[in-house]
């Protein structure tokens, strides 16, 4: 099956600074990604979708200058949160769809990004 | 707005018993149905999926059923085992375009040994 990566799976930083997570699809292209955020216990939110060559749609409720969203290739987006804080803790996980023709239009889960703010 | 309802939110389930995990849609427009394993501290995992043109999808232990007149499907795990320990995840969307997922709520599923 098709494989999302992400990078790093785990980060610890300052309140105050930026961290960027990266998510890759290894193999195939990805026209369209997905960010959510998954608090503990709880389902995956929705926080943007990301378009190559195109700004991210952004859902509603989700600070599109603190998630800074950049879908710069075909196989690499990117999530940075800016300024962070320690509410921004949480686990951040990474999707693509595998569009090509004749797959079934799966949705691939990257294996996700502990983000936690001191 | 869309939703998935999903239940119930924790099952416990003995070693080699049948878990079963239920999930309601509102949208009809909706023709791919997954399910996804998730394991702490790790990423969703696409388990089986279904589309609306058949009833019931079976791979290895794990069976989906689906109803499309209610509006409902299901997911199945006979003989259930202590690895299938995890948090489950029904979602629903459109295979076609840039479609997101709309996910349930989660069930939390213990099996016991």
């Known amino acids: 099956g098709a494989v999302v990566s992400q990078h790093p799976s785990r980060v610890i930083c300052k309140s105050g600074t930026s961290v960027k997570i990266e998510c890759r699809s290894l193999?195939?292209?990805?026209?369209?990604m997905f960010w959510y955020r998954q608090f503990p216990k709880k389902s995956l939110m929705l926080m943007a979708t990301?378009?190559?060559?195109?700004?991210?749609?952004?859902e509603q409720g989700v600070e599109k200058d603190k998630f800074l969203i950049n879908h710069a290739s075909l196989t690499l987006s990117t999530l940075t949160v800016t300024s962070a804080h320690p509410e921004d803790s949480s686990f951040y996980i990474c999707?693509?769809?595998?569009?090509?023709?004749?797959?079934?239009?799966?949705?691939?889960f990257g294996e996700g990004s502990r983000l936690t703010v001191l | 707005q869309q939703q998935v309802k999903q239940s119930p939110q924790s099952l416990i389930v003995q070693k080699g018993g049948i878990s079963i995990i239920n999930c309601a849609y509102e949208?009809?427009?909706?023709?791919?149905f997954p399910w996804y394993q998730q394991f702490p501290g790790k990423g969703p995992a696409l388990l089986i999926a279904?589309?609306?043109?058949?009833s019931e999808k079976k791979e290895g232990r794990f069976t989906i059923s689906f109803n499309k007149s209610a509006k409902q499907f299901s997911l199945h795990i006979m003989d259930s085992q202590p690895g299938d320990s995890a948090t489950y995840f029904c979602?629903?969307?459109?295979?076609?375009?840039?479609?997101?997922?709309?996910f349930g709520k989660g069930t939390m599923l213990l099996v016991s040994p």
């Open positions: 999707s693509a769809r595998d569009g090509r023709q004749g797959g079934a239009g799966e949705l691939f």
């Open positions: 193999d195939f292209q990805a026209t369209t």
């Open positions: 990301s378009n190559e060559g195109s700004k991210a749609t952004y």
């Open positions: 949208n009809t427009a909706f023709d791919y």
């Open positions: 279904i589309r609306p043109d058949v």
């Open positions: 979602a629903a969307t459109l295979s076609s375009g840039y479609s997101t997922l709309t």
